[in-house]
């Protein structure tokens, strides 16, 4: 059987050239221009680490001898010490929030879970605090020095991982001390003349995914949902079509979602005043956007690779980002219309925006101070440039979190949530759980490898989580829209999900 022909999302290839025609360019234009310019790029082994270098495209050892393969584990060793230390740089300043909370300092906020905290005061081994208040100081400690202990097992390791992990890991010599100091070693470890065994290094990236989870990842989604409520299922719109050209639009952007929800308490409060016209739409783009879509209810604009596209709208008149995942090309593509960029965060600024660094302890007032910039500069607005695409945005169903998902569950079997999912999976009606996530790429067509990666675990029985950009370009392909037919899906896995639906009355 001939295979069908993959097609590309209609809305971002009309954006992309609506771009092209204004004279955007886009993450695909200087994709190809990279890529032109080092074709074998992805397969090459390159070292920059001394000044003997850099070392490119090495065909068998680099200046000091280090072969290939070693420079290619140490690489990974690097990039995998990026991703820890931003996780962990959102855990740090997502603790100190609920620090703040707890002291009284921070009033923008407020535990909104108590049951979950008093559930992870407990699994951290803490004890004596007689009020919310004072868990959520301890906590915060907790995590704290998880992070920046010298030597000790993070707690929050030890509370979520499986024993039989943690003696794994300890047989392996891969159970962590605290963030920063494995942070530090990581880098000490690709420093010139260190570390030269593959083996050894790619068991030091492995001490860095712990560092990941356990103190930046785990901690950050915690607290979260401790502060700003567990996600629930919920019903949104997505793609560039959300953004209303008859309304003032703002895009959340970013990672933390801290400043996302002030905004859009601070939107709300605005949109309530009926002498407040036209309405204010928050949308949101990236992570941050996916945390407000999932507790907020907010509809979804757009990925990594639509930045520039969603400001090519010529309707957005303002972007709020706070870390991770702002490209800096968006400062051109907005010089083309009236939106201005606001970064939030002093580790993430960029040259040719407004810099308004992001305070939890006056949260409100920055709010409502960049709902205020977004209102002023409608009036700066050419409706002239205005164009969004005339397509309905796509159904999007969200939400599920550890207890959505457990709570789903036990309304099929009562009291037995997991045993249920598990049954199944001995019975081989779900084959496999697979979790995708993270970005979608230029390296091919928009959405390609992800879309095609799902329709066949899908159409196998296999039962697919996802979060991240790649949970939007699903979207886009209605993937992820409520339908009771369940096109593309397994019989089997389609059966599950039927009786799953049913019993939560979806």
Avoid at 417 to 436: F, P, Q, S, T
Wanted: proline letters at 4%.
């Amino acid at each position: 059987m001939k295979k069908e022909k993959f097609v590309v999302d209609v809305v971002t290839e009309v954006m992309r050239k609506r771009a092209r025609e204004l004279g955007i360019r886009t993450v695909w234009e200087r994709y190809k221009e990279n890529y032109a310019r080092s074709k074998d790029a992805l397969f090459q082994a390159t070292c920059m680490t001394c000044q003997q270098g850099p070392c490119v495209n090495v065909k068998k050892e680099g200046v000091c001898g280090m072969n290939k393969d070693i420079i290619v584990a140490k690489n990974l060793v690097s990039e995998t010490t990026i991703g820890a230390a931003a996780h962990v740089g959102h855990g740090r300043r997502i603790a100190n929030i609920l620090k703040g909370v707890g002291e009284g300092s921070v009033t923008a906020y407020s535990i909104k879970e108590p049951e979950k905290l008093d559930s992870v005061y407990k699994g951290l081994g803490l004890f004596g605090a007689n009020t919310n208040e004072e868990k959520a100081v301890e906590i915060a400690n907790a995590i704290l020095d998880d992070i920046s202990k010298l030597t000790g097992v993070p707690r929050m390791l030890v509370y979520r991982a499986l024993e039989e992990r943690r003696k794994l890991w300890d047989e392996k010599d891969i159970l962590i001390n605290g963030g920063c100091p494995e942070i530090m070693e990581a880098m000490n470890r690709i420093a010139m003349g260190m570390d030269a065994d593959m083996e050894n290094l790619l068991l030091g990236a492995c001490r860095l995914g712990l560092v990941d989870a356990y103190c930046g990842m785990y901690p950050a989604t915690t607290i979260q949902d401790i502060l700003l409520g567990t996600p629930k299922l919920v019903q949104i719109k997505t793609n560039l079509t959300v953004i209303n050209p008859e309304e003032i639009n703002v895009i959340v952007h970013g990672h933390i979602p801290a400043l996302a929800d002030a905004v859009v308490r601070a939107a709300e409060e605005y949109n309530a005043d009926p002498a407040n016209n036209p309405k204010v739409n928050v949308v949101g783009m990236c992570c941050t956007g996916m945390e407000v879509l999932m507790r907020r209810g907010v509809n979804y604009a757009g990925d990594i690779l639509q930045q520039e596209l969603a400001i090519a709208t010529g309707a957005i008149e303002l972007v709020a980002v706070d870390i991770q995942c702002t490209q800096p090309a968006i400062v051109d593509a907005a010089k083309h219309f009236h939106t201005k960029i606001v970064t939030t965060d002093p580790m993430s600024k960029i040259e040719g925006t407004i810099h308004i660094e992001f305070d939890a302890e006056k949260a409100d007032e920055i709010g409502r101070e960049l709902i205020k910039m977004a209102v002023d500069n409608y009036a700066n607005r050419d409706q002239t440039k205005v164009y969004v695409p005339d397509y309905e945005p796509h159904d999007m169903i969200g939400g599920f979190s550890t207890e959505q998902l457990i709570e789903a569950l036990d309304k099929v079997r009562p009291g037995d949530a997991v045993g249920v999912l598990v049954d199944n999976i001995k019975n081989e009606n779900i084959r496999g759980i697979v979790a995708v996530v993270g970005c979608v790429t230029p390296r091919d067509e928009y959405g390609y490898r992800t879309v095609e990666l799902l329709r066949e675990l899908i159409k196998n029985n296999i039962l697919v989580v996802l979060t991240g950009c790649v949970a939007t370009v699903a979207s886009y392909h209605d993937l992820l829209k409520p339908d009771p037919t369940y096109p593309g899906v397994g019989e089997t896995l389609a059966k599950v999900m039927d009786a799953v639906a049913k019993a939560n009355g979806l």
